[in-house]
């Protein structure tokens, strides 16, 4: 199972498409909760961002049955204290990831409002921060879900799926779950 | 990316090595940490890694007294600085150190992707020019100085000695001796050998056409210059210059030349603009360039610039344990060139190759065993795919005494002139009454 921690302001029925898709593409079933995270207490006030790796320590203290994920969706900027913002951040192979809807939309970028392009975004970023719970790495491949989108424009540039090579180390990890 | 790539990162800040292998694990790399330079450097020293992140201030020893250290473990490494404070004196201070490049933190996650991108291309076009000159230098070892006599391990010891430095040398020794050959083996052992090796035939060209090729020449210099043409001089800026048959060199032309040797400076014919090179000098000859510069056709300040380590190669009759060596050889490289199965040399063959005198040298021998390998038949070359044979007589030792030569020369003569007494005398050049007198002194008979 996974677990979809809605700590944004994204209405439950905005997440149908992306619920369905990353079922299918994961191969697990997926449900939508509402997140129980104090994300103040993540807030760096010299930097005016939240410290992804301080919210992802606090979905961890929830003791989780084996093989079940969960990732937290949140509105605010995220950053690791090495880099100016990230995304999202995963616990590589294990339970636990976290996606900012910040700098997905269009308005972040001066640009009119996509609602589609948005949810797009967030579908893909998601697909991809529960992938690397699954063990996956970055891909070379620019249109797999995997490959590492350091801009906006790269996620749009890939699709939500995984490619060929990801999708079978995939299916190799969720076998073996 | 790849995921043999690796990456140490050294930062004392615990949070900044954490994130950072996060990010790098997810790529791919192979990730070690390591907290300050004590256990950096252990990790440098358990494997290679491809790029290091170092941070430049750590407690103890900083980042850039550490870079020092790695680069004496590892002298290819791939060092990119973080640091939190930016400053242009640290950003100089870094790069000016060797390091790749230098990032702050927090560093925007784009540009350390095409940091990492760049700096793992970088790395892989090094490591594959390091390849590329390692297989460069082993092809461009000097394959065609062969011998294995005395004398050319005379020869080689004074290659090696000279070819590391940048010192002038003349090489000396008869036509045909492999001069030109000796001249490779050095510049493909100096620190020139990526640069050209230019050659001039100096004894191959007209005066004035040696001042141009040597010198290059403006448009409209001279009748027929209509482009501007660089000249061997700047052709062989950084490498070696190669001056052949050096003592055939006209007086005029020695001059400008010597004035190019001291200042390495020159203009072309027709031109004005000074033109800077860097190049090593090698020069060969088969003159006697003492006799020469006592003749006053030689300059003496030339000689002297020239002639400061000379290498002297033996003529091949003074080595001659090396011919069956070189004889093999070139058989087995025009075997290769031409495509024949002809793998051996018969012992007839070679006791001719060997009793021959070559006064033409190691270029005869090879001429002669490129030809032998053309006519011959496999699975060896015989005595007479060979160019010529060695008479009876030559083969028999020199007679010891001068009137034992004297006789055997003159009876050579009478029969190679069917006793003809006139035409023997002329040849002789003695009168046919000395003849007279010289057959009967040695008791010749005509043959019946």
């Not at chain 1, 979809?4 to 191969?27: M, P, R, T, Y």
């Not at chain 1, 939508?32 to 939240?50: K, T, V």
Request: glycine share 6%; aromatic share 8%.
């Amino acid at each position: 199972m996974i677990h979809v921690l809605n700590g944004s302001s994204l209405a439950a029925q905005k997440f149908d498409q992306i619920l369905f898709s990353a079922g299918s593409i994961l191969e697990h079933p997926v449900r939508l909760e509402a997140s129980p995270l104090d994300i103040q207490r993540a807030f760096d006030s010299s930097r005016g961002q939240y410290n992804s790796t301080a919210l992802l320590a606090q979905i961890l203290t929830t003791s989780l049955p084996n093989g079940e994920k969960w990732i937290a969706v949140v509105d605010v900027d995220l950053y690791v204290p090495v880099l100016t913002f990230v995304y999202g951040e995963a616990q590589f192979n294990g339970s636990a990831a976290i996606v900012s809807t910040h700098r997905l939309a269009n308005q972040y970028y001066g640009i009119p409002q996509d609602d589609r392009l948005f949810l797009e975004r967030l579908e893909k970023e998601m697909i991809h921060e529960l992938g690397h719970t699954f063990g996956l790495y970055h891909c070379r491949q620019f249109d797999c879900v995997m490959h590492s989108s350091t801009y906006v424009e790269e996620i749009d540039l890939k699709r939500a799926t995984p490619c060929l090579e990801c999708k079978s180390s995939l299916l190799r990890t969720t076998k073996s779950l | 990316m790849n995921g043999k790539n690796s990456i140490l990162i050294i930062d004392d800040e615990g949070i900044v090595r954490d994130s950072l292998s996060k990010w790098f694990n997810e790529d791919g790399f192979l990730v070690g940490t390591a907290e300050n330079a004590a256990a950096g450097l252990r990790q440098l020293q358990s494997r290679k890694w491809d790029i290091i992140l170092l941070d430049i201030k750590m407690p103890g020893m900083d980042g850039m007294e550490l870079q020092q250290r790695i680069r004496e473990i590892d002298p290819t490494a791939t060092i990119i600085f973080i640091t939190a404070h930016a400053s242009v004196d640290t950003a100089v201070q870094a790069l000016k150190s060797g390091a790749f490049d230098y990032v702050t933190k927090p560093v925007d996650p784009d540009h350390l992707s095409h940091l990492i991108t760049n700096a793992l291309k970088q790395r892989a076009l090094a490591n594959e020019n390091t390849k590329l000159k390692e297989q460069f230098s082993e092809v461009s070892k000097v394959n065609d100085v062969v011998g294995d006599s005395p004398q050319m391990k005379k020869v080689y010891e004074m290659i090696q000695t000279v070819a590391g430095t940048d010192t002038t040398v003349m090489i000396r020794g008869e036509s045909g001796t492999g001069k030109e050959i000796i001249a490779r083996a050095i510049h493909s052992n100096s620190q020139r050998r990526y640069f050209p090796l230019v050659t001039v035939n100096c004894g191959a060209l007209p005066a004035g056409i040696l001042e141009s090729e040597l010198f290059g020449h403006e448009r409209g210099a001279f009748t027929g210059a209509q482009y501007r043409r660089k000249g061997k001089l700047e052709l062989a800026d950084g490498g070696t210059l190669f001056l052949d048959e050096v003592g055939n060199i006209d007086v005029k032309t020695q001059m400008d030349l010597l004035r190019v040797l001291e200042t390495k400076q020159f203009t072309r014919v027709g031109g004005n603009n000074i033109i800077n090179v860097d190049f090593r000098i090698i020069c060969a000859t088969n003159k006697d360039l003492e006799k020469a510069m006592q003749d006053g056709v030689f300059r003496e300040d030339l000689y002297y610039r020239l002639n400061v380590f000379t290498i002297l190669v033996p003529s091949l009759r003074e080595r001659k344990s090396d011919i069956p060596l070189l004889a093999n050889y070139f058989a087995e490289k025009y075997a290769r060139a031409i495509g024949k199965s002809i793998t051996d040399i018969s012992s007839d063959a070679m006791d001719i190759l060997v009793r021959y005198d070559w006064p033409g040298n190691v270029r005869e021998l090879e001429n002669a065993i490129e030809r032998a390998m053309v006519i011959g038949t496999p699975p060896a070359i015989r005595p007479e795919d060979l160019p010529f044979q060695l008479s009876e007589k030559k083969k028999k030792p020199a007679c010891g005494s001068l009137a034992e030569m004297e006789k055997e020369h003159i009876i050579e003569i009478l029969e190679q002139n069917h006793w003809n007494i006139s035409r023997s005398a002329d040849i002789l050049d003695i009168d046919r009454v000395t003849l007279y007198n010289k057959i009967e002194k040695y008791g010749l008979q005509k043959p019946a």
